[in-house]
Antibody, heavy 117, light 111 residues
């Protein structure tokens, strides 16, 4: 079955740009929508963005000016860039596949990103 | 402040039934968008528990059920077990925000 695995730097300095990658195995990114969701430690879930394999994207309006989602079909991966990070961006970042009627399944195990100098 | 409103916590004794509500508005659940539910066990990623209001993915026990009415959704858990202790989140789509929205989450404690 489809499995997702996030990877990222773990620690980013304030004002820098963070880049996260989600590797998809057991299936192709050439179908469905693919998404990023984050969760600050001890808090709730926040949807960030999703992308369809042939290009259409959708972003959380509150973050739209700072994020970019992209997809590499040749490597079966998709990525997230978040610019001008602050401590408020410290969170677990999850990638997930978006289902037909907007459910998320499966999810990756998540990667913790800490913003600190 | 989440777009979908859930109670912060619920509790029940083993074997009992509990319900978790998810209240939205006319721009999300009330507009006909489906409600989905996730279970997040401590230290793990969320897992899809109920999709499209009342459907269980393969492997989810039938102790878990979902429903939708008007601008709200509801998750019911019967025959509570200690392993059900987790955070539960509802999720839908909001056309005024043009995006996916989550509830704030509900912590279930099994007494």
């Amino acid at each position: 079955q489809v499995q997702l695995q996030e990877s990222g730097p773990g620690l980013v300095r304030p004002a820098e740009t963070l880049s996260l990658t989600c590797t998809v195995s057991g299936g192709s990114v050439r179908s469905k929508y693919w998404s990023w969701i984050r969760q600050p430690p001890g808090k709730g879930l926040e949807w960030l963005a999703y992308i369809y394999y042939n290009g259409p994207t959708n972003y959380n309006p509150s973050l739209k000016s700072r994020i970019t989602i992209s997809l590499d079909t040749s490597k079966n991966k998709f990525s997230l860039q978040l610019r001008s990070v602050t401590a408020a961006d410290t969170a677990f970042y999850y990638c997930a596949r978006l289902g037909e009627r907007n459910w998320f399944d499966p999810w990756g195990r998540g990667t913790l990103l800490t913003v600190s100098s | 402040q989440s777009v979908l409103t859930q109670p912060p916590s619920v509790s029940g004794a083993p074997g009992q039934r509990v319900t978790i509500s998810c209240t939205g508005s006319s721009s999300n659940i009330g507009a006909g968008y489906d409600v989905h539910w996730y279970q997040q066990l401590p230290g793990t990623a969320p897992k899809l528990l109920i999709y499209s209001n009342d459907n269980r993915p393969s492997g989810v026990p039938d102790r878990f059920s979902g429903s939708k009415s008007g601008t709200s959704g509801s998750l019911a858990i019967t025959g509570l077990q200690a392993e059900d202790e987790a955070d539960y989140y509802c999720q839908s789509y909001d056309f005024s925000l043009s995006g996916v929205v989550f509830g704030g989450g509900t912590k279930l404690t099994v007494l």
